[in-house]
């Protein structure tokens, strides 16, 4: 088998968390079995922030 890697694009899961969701899911549908993400942030805290937010949007838990 093979992975099917695309990119979702710019996504500010905080501040436009539809518009995440819905980039995510045009590229699932797409075909992707992996997704690329670019995550818009102001500084390390609020990266971090954007990750958890992300998780959260895809119901994914964080590692401990």
Same mark, same amino acid.
């Given at each position: 088998?093979?992975?099917?890697?695309?990119?979702?694009?710019?996504?500010?899961?905080?501040?436009?968390? =539809?518009?995440?969701?819905g980039?995510?899911?045009?590229?699932? %549908? !797409?075909? /992707?079995t992996?997704?690329?993400?670019?995550?818009? =942030?102001?500084?390390?805290?609020?990266?971090?922030?954007?990750? %958890? !937010?992300l /998780?959260?949007?895809v119901?994914l838990?964080?590692? =401990?």
């Amino acid at each position: 088998g093979f992975e099917v890697v695309l990119p979702a694009g710019h996504l500010d899961p905080i501040g436009d968390p =539809a518009k995440a969701i819905g980039r995510l899911t045009a590229t699932a %549908e !797409a075909g /992707a079995t992996t997704l690329n993400v670019t995550i818009r =942030a102001e500084s390390v805290g609020h990266y971090v922030e954007q990750l %958890e !937010a992300l /998780a959260s949007l895809v119901d994914l838990e964080p590692p =401990a």
